[in-house]
């Protein structure tokens, strides 16, 4: 055989892809001595993991219904979007009838799950609990379920995590107390558990990430929370997730840009029943990002002193819609804009028994506030609220056992505010805004404003002492189907002839960032066509 016959072969070898292997890990029956290319001869430990390189189109299995203990670290792996890192369960024969998921136990360490610097990796069917450490005292300053970090500059990209049950994540042990000024600072200044966190660390991008289908309970800080870099975070979608029991907020996120939140059901954000979570947090929040679409999730018993809205929109925003919403019962309230934010929208939610909390009481520095437009930016900020800010065809309910609280920002800069249905029982008041360098009282008028065709239960749901003031006021009654009832269609208005009284929706003069087409959508909260039918409130009766 002649040297170019060689080099050809050669050449051939090195060129075909390298197969993919299946990795199995069982802590029962598995031995390291293994090679783990197969059940019969699976790892024991995932600490066999960290010695593989692993290839494009690679899968780690581990056993079902089992616990392992430690965690997994996947860095600066490629793969590509058609032959990706999978991690995900495995039931060997004779568990197939037992629940499906392994089970992570990564207690003491920093992460469940570690993605860093990597691209095209699914994670699936796994269960990850970390609660405290061993020994004294925690080295790791953040304990998170699961981790993706970019920590170089690289660029990541395509991650999935899907069908995970995340809970118990504690960075403390039980019976540890953070004091009780920890939950007055702004998200924290003390080590906690998360539950999913996705960090884009300098010079650097991530893209295409999608959170589904997981659970996430019982962590003492975020239960899902997004930290961008100049908004190089992009391309994020929050589809169906159940978050519950969260220290702090359910979701989070800052410096991001395109993302969308839709589908989940996001319960006691905020949570204090383990003395080693905050106890404070909105269902959602943002900050400074931008093109933000926040529909069809239910934000249920947000808790805490301060903060704690269904989902609200801190300072530095543009462009975050919240359209088809539940928000009820959360201590906060229900729409709750805050300074140097442009082009936001409410619009279509349901807000039920919002905006309970009382300054004073139980530890309160905040009011709770059904409407709360915010010059906010920062400490060492001047006031500056919100521009373009749309508030429409949103349905807010009291029950009269409370009293229902506003608060306007004076510099707030264009604010449409029409076919709402304010169903408030008892006196609606006006509270002056209460962020950390509250508000103080002015001779400023808020500019640019379109607030018409809303209708009130009586003129005490907008006391004529509330400026701005309704130019088209409609007093009746909505006739919802069921008041009282956490169910959406407990709200549809019977009292069709004054509902159908709706106008049509314009952008604001001088506003050439919305359209007439974007703004008037084609279905109401229930998903029913609007057609022509102008309507006031969530629901097309």
């Known amino acids: 055989m002649n040297n170019s016959n060689i080099l050809l072969i050669l050449f051939l070898?090195?060129?075909?892809?390298?197969?993919?292997?299946?990795?199995y890990v069982h802590a029962a029956i598995g031995s390291d001595k293994n090679n783990g290319l197969s059940p019969r001869y699976p790892f024991k430990t995932l600490a066999a993991l960290k010695n593989i390189s692993f290839k494009a189109g690679d899968t780690i299995f581990l056993s079902s219904n089992t616990i392992h203990q430690g965690n997994i670290e996947i860095k600066n792996f490629s793969g590509t979007s058609k032959e990706p890192l999978v991690i995900t369960s495995y039931s060997w024969l004779g568990n197939e009838?037992?629940?499906a998921n392994a089970?992570?136990?990564?207690?003491?360490?920093?992460?469940?799950i570690?993605?860093?610097?990597?691209?095209?990796?699914?994670v699936h069917n796994i269960t990850v609990t970390g609660d405290g450490h061993e020994g004294a005292s925690n080295r790791n300053e953040m304990t998170c379920g699961v981790l993706v970090l970019s920590s170089q500059s690289q660029n990541m990209q395509d991650i999935l995590l899907s069908e995970l049950k995340i809970q118990n994540v504690f960075n403390k042990n039980i019976n540890f107390k953070r004091g009780k000024e920890e939950v007055r600072t702004a998200n924290g200044t003390q080590a906690y558990g998360w539950g999913i966190r996705v960090i884009n660390g300098e010079n650097s991008a991530i893209k295409n990430i999608r959170i589904e289908n997981n659970l996430i309970e019982n962590v003492s800080h975020t239960g899902i929370k997004l930290s961008g870099n100049n908004k190089t975070l992009t391309q994020v979608e929050i589809l169906n997730n159940e978050v519950r029991y969260t220290g702090g907020p359910g979701i989070q996120m800052s410096r991001v840009d395109q993302v969308e939140v839709r589908g989940n059901t996001v319960q006691h954000s905020g949570s204090n029943n383990d003395s080693r979570k905050w106890g404070r947090g909105s269902g959602l929040w943002?900050?400074?990002?931008?093109?933000?679409?926040?529909e069809k999730n239910k934000f249920l018993f947000a808790n805490g002193p301060a903060d704690s809205a269904g989902a609200h929109i801190d300072f530095n925003c543009e462009n975050v819609i919240i359209q088809y919403n539940l928000s009820a019962y959360n201590a906060g309230g229900f729409c709750e804009i805050l300074g140097n934010n442009y082009n936001c929208i409410y619009r279509y939610n349901l807000s039920i028994n919002d905006g309970q909390r009382i300054k004073g009481q139980e530890?309160?520095?905040?009011?709770g506030k059904i409407f709360w437009l915010s010059g906010y930016q920062g400490k060492d900020q001047k006031r500056k609220g919100p521009v373009n800010t749309y508030f429409y065809n949103n349905t807010i309910y009291t029950d009269g056992s409370y009293t229902p609280k506003i608060a306007i920002e004076q510099s707030s800069k264009g604010?449409?505010?029409?076919n709402n249905i304010f169903a408030l029982k008892g006196n609606t008041k006006l509270v002056m805004g209460d962020q950390y360098n509250p508000e103080k009282k002015s001779d400023e008028i808020a500019k640019n404003i379109i607030f018409t065709n809303n209708l009130y239960l009586n003129d005490e749901s907008w006391p004529n002492n509330i400026y701005p003031k309704d130019q088209n006021p409609i007093f009746e009654n909505p006739e919802f189907k069921n008041e009282g009832s956490l169910m959406i269609e407990g709200y549809i208005p019977q009292n069709k002839y004054h509902i159908k009284k709706g106008i049509e929706i314009y952008p604001l003069p001088?506003?050439?960032?919305?359209?007439?087409?974007?703004?008037?959508?084609?279905?109401?909260?229930?998903?029913?066509?609007?057609q022509e039918s102008k309507f006031i409130g969530a629901i097309n009766p």
């Open 13 to 23: 070898l090195f060129s075909l892809p390298l197969l993919a292997n299946d990795y």
């Open 97 to 99: 009838g037992l629940p």
């Open 363 to 367: 530890g309160a520095f905040q009011e």
């Open 415 to 418: 604010i449409l505010i029409a």
């Open 103 to 112: 089970i992570i136990d990564f207690k003491g360490l920093a992460n469940g």
């Open 114 to 122: 570690l993605i860093e610097n990597s691209s095209n990796v699914k």
């Open 286 to 294: 943002t900050w400074g990002s931008s093109n933000v679409l926040i």
């Open 510 to 530: 001088g506003d050439n960032f919305r359209t007439l087409q974007e703004l008037n959508l084609p279905k109401d909260l229930l998903d029913k066509k609007i």
